[in-house]
């Protein structure tokens, strides 16, 4: 089919990842339309109509681009001219090694950002079905959140249903009724400013009652979505507690790499962090507490945490169901559908996990899409990078039988083979090494294929 270089390219979500491809098309010089049904139509997740909302937590997680993947990726994203990284980096809060952001700036400015160049026009609509056949290119990017109807057009291209899993959501406190007499400012191991999150301690007693109130306490029920996965990524902390009554504490609440000034002697048994959620520092998240508990257990039993006994809520946790594609079996390399080259996925739909796994595919789609209609072949970056290990998964490289969301993480990365995987004694490269290694190689190979 022959692609009209005047006609707009169709971005389905104004999400993160949608509001990145259509950022890409934009800078190639493509004109687009992007499609956001809020806040005609809301979701169960959703609290504005911004584009770009994050719905779950602040933080795009570590920013270290020589030992985390995910900083890795953060860097990648960055030299491609990504506008969500520039948002993020603009409206930046303290976490530590973290980036985390005031949610409602950095959704602000994507939108400033978009609704401001000439070659965007955002439609207010929601996109049901069937894909009209006159929109010769379509980036679906509606994430785990897609619509009913949406879905249902989605599965009539697919001929597949679409996997299912849940995703939670953490609360959000205000600062001011915090207890500073029990709670203490500090980073584990003083990373970044060394004071970037607040802590509550739980000593031996306090931890064994509040792992028997998270075990005996109500929760949410979704009887009509029973045998849908969770996420292992994003487990409720009831789920973790189910697992183990250790789990917590080896898990969101571990005490290590921080001292509780009110009492420095005594090593508390489980520590409960809060990261700040926007700007002014009135917000805070308390991290990993995303849950399926009712609102008036969350209440109860997060007011038995030393220093937050009189918390106020800004938000409480919360429960979805996500959806995402089989990718490796539906989706080409160039993450369009086998069976309808002219449209692609981008984000979450995809079965990436993650803000910043996300806006990397939707990053990605764009330039596809924006290399065709401009008549050129879509260039993959390499499976070595960031960016090609993920995409890499998505499309092929897992197992289609057993596709389940995944972070990106240097085990999806091609091995150090020869000489570059061993160290100057001739062994094999290990731990922060082999982590160095690869993230060195991944920036040289990403500069070339940028060169070519």
Known sequence: MTINPFNPVHVIGGGLAGSEAA????????????????PKRT???????????LVCSNSFRSDDADFNAVGLLHQEMRTLGSLIMQAADDNKVPAGGALA??????????????????LIEISREEVTGPIPEDWENVIIATGPLTSERL????????????????????????????????AWYQSRYDKGDGSDYINCPLDGEQYETFIDDLLSAEKTEFKEWEGTPYFEGCLPIEVMAERGRQTLAFGPMKPVGLTNPHNPTVKPRGIVQLRQDNALGTLYNIVGFQTKLTYGEQKRIFRSIPGLEKAEFARLGGLHRNTFLNSPKLLDETLALKSHPRIRFAGQITGCEGYVESTAVGLMAGRYVAAGHMGQPPSPPPPTTALGALLDHITGGADEKTYQPMNVNFGLFPPLDGPEGL???GKRLKGKDRKQAMSDRARADLKAWLGS
Request: glycine content about 4%.
């Open 423 to 425: 160290n100057e004694k």
């Open 151 to 182: 879905a249902g057009a989605i599965r009539e291209l697919t001929g597949k249903n679409a996997l299912s899993f849940f995703d939670a959501i953490a609360p959000i406190v205000h600062k001011d009724s915090i207890d500073f007499d029990k």
């Open 43 to 53: 979701t169960d997740a959703h609290l504005t109509d911004g584009l770009a909302e």
């Open 23 to 38: 950022w890409q098309l934009a800078r190639a010089g493509v004109p687009v339309t992007l499609h956001e049904m809020r």
């Open 101 to 118: 952001v005031d949610r409602e700036a950095f959704s602000k400015a994507v939108e400033k950002a978009l609704a401001s160049d000439p």
